[in-house]
Every structure is written in C-alpha cells, then in structure tokens.
C-alpha cells in the first residue's frame, strides 16, 4: 500500500501529459482516456495527503472529464 501511496502522483503525472500530448496532436478520444485517470489520481493524491491545492485543481477538472466521456459515448 505504501508503495501506491507514494507512487500515485507519479503514475498520474504520466497519464495527465499523456492525455496533454493526445490532445494537442488531436487525437479525441484517446485523449480523455489518458487524462481522465491522470486526473483521479491526482485528486486521490491530494485527499491522502490532504493538500488543498492539488485537491482543489485536478477535483474541479473530474466534470470536465466527465463530461467528455459523456460526450464521447452518448453523443
């Protein structure tokens, strides 16, 4: 557990600029299938860790995600 714990904001970093990357090269939908994780665990970092910051930014970006999963499958 500690090993996860320790570890998720890294396995998030990656899959955040994954999905940066994927969207600047345009390529919809792969991109929310990166960042969408990326983003639960970044908000998943900041509640274990209790910093409000983290907590705050990437929390407020799960309604964006999803929304485009939203989009994506019953659009």
Same mark, same amino acid.
């Given at each position: $557990? !500690?090993? =996860?714990? !320790?570890?998720?904001? +890294? &396995?998030?970093? %990656? &899959? =955040?600029? @994954?999905? %940066? &990357?994927? $969207?600047? &090269? !345009? %390529?919809? #939908?792969? !991109? %929310? *299938? *990166?960042?969408? #994780?990326? @983003? =639960?665990? +970044?908000t998943i970092h900041g509640y274990i860790h209790k910093d409000k910051a983290v907590l705050t930014n990437f929390a407020l970006q799960i309604p964006f995600s999803i929304i485009g999963f939203y989009k994506y499958f019953f659009m």
């Open positions: $557990m !500690n090993f =996860v714990k !320790n570890n998720l904001k +890294w &396995l998030g970093t %990656i &899959l =955040v600029f @994954i999905g %940066i &990357l994927l $969207m600047y &090269l !345009n %390529i919809y #939908p792969l !991109n %929310i *299938f *990166f960042h969408g #994780p990326g @983003i =639960v665990a +970044w």
